[in-house]
């Protein structure tokens, strides 16, 4: 009961410090909101193209929200060694870094539902697979934040965090099928693409937005959540490695 004090409590003080400042908050809605009128303008085609654009704008929507909270902050309690008193708490190290992450998923998932909130006046979403939509926007988000956790394990500096994670974000952008097919990349960059975990998550968008998905979405599923498990016992032993030992 103690442990699960402790990770409601780390949680909500990185909510309340952090997500709920009106900086970020600005930062997730105008940030979708500049990515949904870009592409829909470049588009040209009218209230047609936002359901297309949708699943892109969704994902990316999340992989910066999240990628850029949990590696910035993370690294300045950890440069500031605030962090430090945090690992000297009773609790498992993979609890106290599921909470310092909670807050970032949160924010994620916020996130998406912005140009979601957006399209529902240009268009209808009435034939959209929530139950598909939900569990992938849930599964992008612990994906992107565990990718923000492995980066801020990784560097010392903030400025290396968001060069580091840039290094991660812009290639996912082009690579994943956000804007436009994995069909269309030359074929000696489609295996990267299949190396990034956006890639898959942003299948089961297009299959519960548009019904149509490169790879059966309970495949898409499980390869998604081994990216979490990975990126996530990655960051746990590179805290062990560079933070404890």
Not at 29 to 46: N, Q
Request: charged share 10%; with cysteine; proline share 6%.
């Amino acid at each position: 009961m103690n442990q699960w004090i402790a990770f409601w409590s780390i949680m909500f003080k990185d909510v309340r410090a952090y997500y709920l400042k009106p900086p970020n908050v600005s930062w997730g809605l105008i940030f979708p909101v500049a990515w949904t009128g870009m592409f829909f303008i470049r588009s040209g085609r009218g209230l047609d193209s936002v359901l297309d654009l949708l699943p892109g704008v969704v994902a990316i929507s999340v992989l910066f929200g999240t990628t850029s909270m949990l590696a910035v902050t993370v690294t300045f309690e950890k440069k500031n060694r605030s962090f430090d008193r945090l690992l000297l708490a009773p609790i498992p190290l993979s609890l106290l870094m599921l909470a310092k992450t909670s807050g970032a998923i949160l924010f994620g998932v916020f996130n998406a539902f912005v140009p979601i909130l957006l399209a529902q006046f240009l268009t209808d979403l009435s034939r959209i697979a929530w139950m598909t939509v939900l569990p992938a926007v849930l599964l992008v988000a612990i994906a992107s934040t565990f990718l923000g956790l492995f980066i801020a394990v990784s560097v010392s500096e903030v400025f290396e965090a968001q060069t580091f994670s840039n290094f991660f974000r812009f290639p996912m952008i082009f690579l994943c099928g956000l804007f436009f097919p994995i069909s269309a990349l030359p074929a000696f960059l489609r295996p990267l693409a299949f190396a990034l975990p956006l890639t898959y998550g942003v299948d089961i968008l297009r299959q519960g937005i548009l019904g149509q998905s490169m790879l059966p979405t309970g495949l898409n599923l499980m390869i998604l959540i081994g990216f979490c498990l990975a990126l996530f016992i990655v960051s746990l032993r590179n805290v062990h490695r560079k933070w404890i030992v």
